[in-house]
Each structure stands twice: as structure tokens, then as C-alpha cells.
């Protein structure tokens, strides 16, 4: 449905979500909440991960960055930092 879209026509339909940017208003003035509630609703319009990069790739006109993941020690940080949240919310219930 939307990666279908021309990008003039992903254009609009993103500035059309906004009513301070409808109609092509690129005066128009959102919020940082407003954008990022824009992004999370796409987000969960889109059915998969790998369309919705696609989607966005194109209507920015950008490529995903093929080497930006983490690697083996940065998750291993990501992870224990979970851990350690878990174990504080378990202590303090």
C-alpha cells in the first residue's frame, strides 16, 4: 500500500498527517512528540520490518546503513543492563 506510493505521493500523504503542514505547508511546525507519534503509528502500519526500511529509505531518499549494527560486547551491555534493571524492579515489588 504505502512503499506502492510515488514519492510525491508519500510526501503528501506524510504532510497531510499533520494538519500544521497540510496541504503542502512546509512552513508548517510540528513537534518532536508529534513527528515521533507519527513514526511509531506508521510504524505499526507497515507489516514488516524490511518494508518498512524500504518505505522509509525512499521516501527520504537514503540507503540503510548496512554496517550500523552492534556488536557481540555492545549487546552483551545492552543485555546486562536489562538484567540489572529486571533484578531492580523484581527487588522493589
Given at each position: 500500500?504505502?512503499?506502492?506510493?510515488?514519492?510525491?505521493?508519500?510526501?503528501?500523504?506524510?504532510?497531510?498527517?499533520?494538519?500544521?503542514?497540510?496541504?503542502?505547508n512546509l512552513a508548517g511546525v510540528i513537534s518532536k512528540e508529534e513527528h515521533w507519534q507519527g513514526a511509531l503509528e506508521f510504524a505499526q502500519m507497515v507489516p514488516n520490518d524490511e518494508r518498512f526500511v524500504r518505505t522509509t529509505c525512499a521516501f527520504w531518499g537514503v540507503s540503510e546503513d548496512s554496517h550500523g549494527g552492534i556488536d557481540q560486547k555492545e549487546a552483551y551491555g545492552i543485555i546486562a543492563l536489562m538484567r540489572q534493571r529486571l533484578v531492580t524492579l523484581a527487588n522493589g515489588s
Open positions: 500500500m504505502v512503499d506502492q506510493m510515488t514519492q510525491k505521493e508519500n510526501q503528501d500523504w506524510v504532510l497531510d498527517y499533520w494538519p500544521a503542514t497540510s496541504g503542502r
